[in-house]
């Protein structure tokens, strides 16, 4: 079975800094997507960013990055120029591609704050 | 698309009772998820539905929950016989098959079903 991990419960930044949320995972497995999701204070969980295990290049959208190392099993969240609107609870979640049951596994979460 | 819409948002109900929630899923969406939210955790797998096959139950669901997905469209979550240890904030989440490129893998999420048991 495959476990993820964060580490952190909680983090905090200052309004325009950048701050990196970490997550590593479990998995004999060679062919899977990684994800980050975050969860707004009441409201639902959305996509943030996604990757392809097979794919080197890290993948990005906007002020949202990671930095995926295979080899060490960790895929880090880092978000550049915090705004308030990113204070939420970040996810790391883990689906295998093939052969599985498609059925995404999640992290515990990070608690993000950003303060103004 | 009015995203995945989950009924009632909240529901208090006293130990022993049964309690039903009610997940409609985005449109052909075939996939649909629930998943079982406490306070400091990340979502926790329950059941998962290919249209209206349920293919898994998570080994923790007791046999007081039961899903159902009947053709294919929304689903329902039923606890029977409610304990304290069910409070927790219910989760659906629907995927469509076949989605290519950059949402392969993405759920789309309701907001949940709060479910406190006194």
């Known amino acids: 079975a495959q476990t993820v991990t964060q580490s952190q419960p909680e983090m905090s930044v200052q309004e325009a800094e950048t701050v990196t949320l970490s997550c590593t995972y479990d998995?004999?497995?060679?062919?899977?997507?990684l994800f980050w999701y975050k969860q707004p204070p009441s409201r639902q969980m959305i996509l943030v960013i996604r990757?392809?295990?097979?794919?080197?290049q890290n993948a990005t959208e906007n002020r949202f990055s990671v930095n995926f190392q295979k080899a060490a099993k960790s895929f880090s969240l880092k978000i550049s120029d915090s705004q308030l609107g990113d204070t939420a609870m970040y996810f790391c979640?883990?689906?295998?591609?093939?052969?599985?049951?498609?059925?995404?596994?999640f992290g515990r979460g990070t608690s993000l704050i950003v303060h103004p | 698309d009015t995203g995945v819409s989950q009924n009632p948002r909240h529901k208090i109900t006293k130990r022993g009772q049964n309690v039903t929630f009610r997940c409609d899923p985005i449109?052909?969406?075939?996939?649909l998820y629930w998943y079982r939210q406490t306070l400091g955790q990340g979502p926790e797998f329950l059941t998962y539905?290919?249209?209206?096959?349920?293919?898994?139950k998570s080994r923790l669901l007791s046999d007081r929950f039961s899903a159902e997905r009947p053709k294919g469209s929304f689903s329902t979550l039923e606890i029977q016989r409610t304990e304290q240890g069910d409070s927790a904030m219910y989760l659906c989440?629907?995927?469509?098959?076949?989605?290519?490129?950059?949402?392969?893998?993405?759920?789309?999420f309701g907001e949940g079903s709060r479910l406190t048991v006194l």
């Open positions: 989440a629907s995927s469509p098959t076949g989605l290519a490129g950059s949402r392969t893998g993405e759920l789309f």
């Open positions: 998995t004999s497995e060679n062919n899977y997507y």
């Open positions: 990757q392809e295990a097979y794919k080197q």
């Open positions: 979640a883990f689906l295998l591609a093939s052969g599985g049951s498609y059925i995404p596994t």
């Open positions: 449109s052909e969406h075939n996939r």
């Open positions: 539905f290919q249209n209206e096959a349920q293919l898994e």
